[in-house]
């Protein structure tokens, strides 16, 4: 039996779901586009690969993956709906000129798919595209905990966190989908060092060695080395260690930014002029964080706050929205909504730079 948060998750999947039904079936995204899309859109992608997982199995991160397919069917919606698909570096200018709506494609974290699966029909369609690049990740370092939490709880038939108050079974599918959604969201809450700990201990127990997760999925300083003599990839950075910065004291979130920088521009041979905000939600990335990021000298920062660009964003270029192209929603109808604007409509209106 699913437990009730993995019922109002299953409620909130299909509600969205029916909201992109409903734009795409009454038009919306044609006729409220000119209002709701603003100047441009930057996408956000993790990512891209083939072995998408049927419906109803166990894959709680399967938001953060899409296939080859559908990401050629984005690029393919992009250009039939007039967007100019441009580098991260003509952001600032576009904002400040009429003409036609543009997009700016990235993709977060450095994971090695994004080269072996992406980058091909990036290439075939001419797009440029930036690789968000987390320092520790590339040299094997980095705690990627989300995927330790899926892969333990994989494994593991019942799932005991006494920090979070849990004590749950995880015998099949259902059950684990829902451990892994009751996990996640009270370790979310709490502090950083507690979720890190408390994926560790799960691994372990589970016989997962969760220092190699890193070195398996991201790609290496010497094929990032590599990505940089391709003119249409811009290599971003992603911080020293991928932590929700405004969990943390203002010399750790200053060293993650600055320090990050530094020492991924020694890995590359060149520093890096834009940034990503992990995790990118309010209780990750707030003023405190902006200013850091201007601060040290990034040309531009993103974040998740969901929101299409306007005009204004021009002086909150260290705050900017993005929209995710999730996973769990890989079908027209989905797309055309986001790259319209219109789910975000309402939101605009009441606070439309969404800097806050």
């Not at 060092?193 to 997962?208: F, M, N, S, Y």
């Not at 991201?218 to 020293?240: I, K, M, N, W, Y």
């Not at 079908?331 to 604007?341: E, F, N, P, Y």
């Amino acid at each position: 039996m699913l437990s009730a948060k993995a019922l109002v998750s299953s409620a909130r999947h299909r509600l969205f779901q029916a909201g992109f039904a409903t734009i795409a079936a009454t038009g919306a995204d044609r006729w409220l586009a000119p209002a709701a899309r603003g100047r441009g859109v930057i996408l956000t992608f993790h990512h891209v690969r083939p072995d998408a997982p049927p419906p109803g199995a166990y894959a709680p991160n399967r938001l953060l993956a899409i296939t080859p397919p559908f990401l050629d069917r984005t690029l393919t919606a992009l250009r039939a709906r007039g967007f100019a698909i441009v580098p991260l570096s003509d952001l600032p200018r576009r904002l400040t000129e009429t003409g036609e709506p543009f997009a700016v494609l990235t993709f977060d974290d450095g994971y090695r798919d994004n080269l072996e699966h992406a980058a091909p029909i990036l290439r075939r369609h001419g797009a440029p595209w930036t690789l968000y690049v987390t320092h520790d990740y590339a040299t094997g370092t980095g705690r990627l905990w989300w995927i330790e939490l899926e892969r333990a709880i994989r494994v593991l038939d019942r799932v005991r966190l006494p920090e979070a108050g849990l004590d749950l079974a995880a015998e099949d599918d259902a059950q684990k989908s829902a451990a892994f959604a009751q996990a996640y969201r009270l370790l979310r809450a709490g502090p950083e060092e507690v979720l890190r700990a408390a994926t560790l201990r799960l691994c372990r127990e589970a016989g997962i060695d969760a220092g190699g997760i890193a070195a398996e999925l991201c790609l290496s300083p010497g094929e990032l080395r590599d990505l940089t003599r391709d003119e249409a990839v811009t290599l971003a950075a992603h911080t020293l260690s991928h932590p929700m910065l405004a969990k943390h004291d203002a010399a750790t979130a200053r060293r993650e930014i600055v320090e990050g920088r530094a020492r991924l521009g020694a890995l590359l041979g060149r520093v890096p002029e834009h940034f990503s905000y992990p995790v990118g939600d309010p209780g990750s990335a707030g003023a405190r964080e902006f200013a850091l990021a201007r601060g040290a000298g990034y040309r531009t920062a993103v974040t998740t706050r969901p929101g299409h660009l306007f005009p204004e964003h021009a002086a909150h270029l260290h705050a900017l929205p993005r929209v995710s192209v999730n996973g769990c929603f890989q079908t027209d109808a989905a797309l055309r909504a986001l790259l319209s604007g219109v789910p975000f409509l309402a939101w605009n209106r009441f606070r439309r730079l969404n800097v806050g």
